[in-house]
């Protein structure tokens, strides 16, 4: 039971349902939250479809010239997947580096469940979502439309969300206090003021792995409206932040 709690917390931070509604949902996929959460983004992704202008439904896309474009990057010898050397070239090609958010971006659209890692089925359905069939055409959907939906504050949660489970090593339930820091920085660095400031706490007095829990309760702490700076005290609230969580 405080497994299948874990799922409908996660499921919740990610999609901002109620606990009812994510329970049915994981009900229905057998408590796997990322089958749950890929269903959920692939219907989503058929409405904005739905919705787009018709000139940009008319868009036609090559699912051959997708996998001709995932074939340029796959590994020699694993079948059907993108690898470290394979993502760095695709990341000279879309002109990004591995530390910067359009990474982020782009690994999110295209269904990578391991940092710099491709698996073909979910590379083919993030090209075809966002009808690109060309390297080309990826570069500039980046740089437009998933900026774009990032801008969004519903995007830019849901990225957010993402960036906990991608920034985990294998096996681990929580993100170790360096990827942590990394990713707070790629992430809300212009959107909060004293993120250095807790960084510096979590370094100097944490200095534990970041559960998600953590990551999700700092977001809610950080995107308060109205923070008054000048009555803020971080010396004392970072403590009383990290006990209300562990």
């Known amino acids: 039971m405080a497994n ?8 919740r931070n990610v999609l901002n349902l109620s606990e009812s509604e994510s329970t049915r949902i994981l009900e ?16 989503e992704a058929r409405q904005q479809r739905q919705q787009q202008p018709q ?7 090559s699912t051959q010239n997708i996998n001709r474009l995932f074939d340029n990057y796959k590994d020699n010898k694993i079948l059907d997947l993108i690898t470290i050397d394979g993502t760095m070239r695709l990341c000279q090609d879309l002109e990004i580096e591995p530390t910067q958010l359009e ?10 469940e391991k940092m710099g890692e491709f698996t073909r089925d979910a590379f083919t359905k ?15 959907s980046l740089n437009t439309t998933l900026k774009q939906q ?16 991608l920034g985990r090593q294998t096996g681990q339930k929580s993100l170790s206090l360096e990827a942590a820091t990394e990713l707070w920085r790629l992430l809300l660095t212009d959107r909060f003021n004293l993120l250095e400031e807790w960084i510096r706490f979590l370094e100097n007095k944490h200095g534990k792995a970041i559960s998600r829990d953590t990551w999700n309760l700092f977001l809610d702490f950080a995107s308060q409206p109205n923070f008054d700076m000048q ?9 009383i932040l990290i006990d209300e969580i562990t």
């Not at 990474?103 to 990578?112: C, D, V």
């Not at 966002?130 to 990826?138: R, W």
């Not at 990032?150 to 489970?165: M, N, T």
């Open 4 to 11: 299948e709690s874990e799922k409908i917390r996660q499921l």
């Open 28 to 43: 229905n996929y057998n408590w796997d939250v990322m089958t749950a959460l890929n269903h959920i983004f692939d219907q």
């Open 55 to 61: 000139n940009l439904k008319s868009v036609k896309v």
């Open 103 to 112: 990474f982020l971006l782009i690994s999110y659209q295209l269904g990578s």
């Open 126 to 140: 993030g090209c075809v979502s966002l009808h690109v069939d060309t390297i080309e055409k990826l570069k500039q």
């Open 150 to 165: 990032y801008q969004k504050d519903e995007g830019f949660r849901k990225i957010y969300s993402y960036a906990f489970l």
């Open 231 to 239: 009555a803020y005290d971080s010396e004392g609230a970072w403590p």
